[in-house]
């Protein structure tokens, strides 16, 4: 659970910060999210892509390169990925401390 949640953290908070722009839609007009990039932390994003929405996953060793995954919005994948499992670790978590100890939530 600590590992994945940390590491949903980590990589939202560096690609908040230095993640360069991504191609949205697949017409290669890419579009920039991040604060290195001008904008400020009200405007800034963790930008998706279509690719993303259609949750085809798209690992890291699978791109010729970092910049091709990161050109391709995958840290937004990643970051929801381990989210979601974190957050399935700590149900179960909850679930065992209910059936082993009969604590109430």
């Known amino acids: 659970m600590i590992p994945t949640l940390l ?5 939202f908070i560096i690609a908040f910060i230095a993640v360069p722009p991504i191609d949205i839609d697949g017409i290669r007009e ?17 930008i998706l892509t279509s690719v993303t929405i259609g949750l085809h996953f798209y ?38 401390l209910i059936f082993r100890l009969g604590m109430r939530p």
Do not use: K, Q
């Open 7 to 11: 590491t949903a953290t980590s990589v």
């Open 30 to 46: 890419p579009v920039s999210g991040s604060l290195l990039y001008g904008n400020n932390i009200i405007s800034g994003a963790i």
């Open 59 to 96: 690992p890291i060793w699978e791109a010729v390169s970092v910049d091709e995954w990161l050109y391709n919005g995958d840290p937004y994948e990643l970051i929801i990925l381990h989210f979601l499992l974190g957050v399935a670790c700590y149900m179960g978590r909850e679930w065992e």
